[in-house]
């Protein structure tokens, strides 16, 4: 049947997850060793600054580094994906609000190698936005369906 749990489902969701987590773990690297660039850049979007700005500057990275880690070995594997989840939301927002206001910033994704805020940028927090809900629904239906088996 097509809702079983099958070898090659648990390798695409393994595939997906080490996809998604790898990202947050390349994308927190930077920013933890160098908080202060990253502070820049969150200055740059012109949304928050001063105190609020180094700490999301100090804090976010971890979190994202975490909750990448938390995803890629499995441990707490629903709330870490919800937590990227949320924080794809954010990114989804405060780009395209960027976007529109006509801020001129570097993205802050990938610390100096993020680059400037472009389209491309909310494109591809999108897709993993959308790889993220699908690991989450496809996780839940996978343990509602063992529960019925």
Known sequence: MAGRHTPERDKFQLLLSLIIGGIFIYAASPKILAPDAFYLDIIGYNLVGGFLAKVIALWLPWVELLAGIGVIL???????????????????????????????TDC???GSAGGRVTWWHVFGDLVLLLMTTFL?????????RRTQD
Do not use: M
Not at 79 to 102: C, H, K
Not at 136 to 144: D, F, K, N, Q
């Open 74 to 104: 499995g441990v707490w594997y629903l709330p870490n994906l919800r937590i990227l989840q949320w924080l794809l939301s954010v990114f989804v927002v405060l780009l395209f609000i960027t976007l529109l206001r006509g801020i001129t």
């Open 108 to 110: 802050g994704c990938f």
């Open 136 to 144: 989450i629904s496809w996780t839940r239906y996978a343990g509602e």
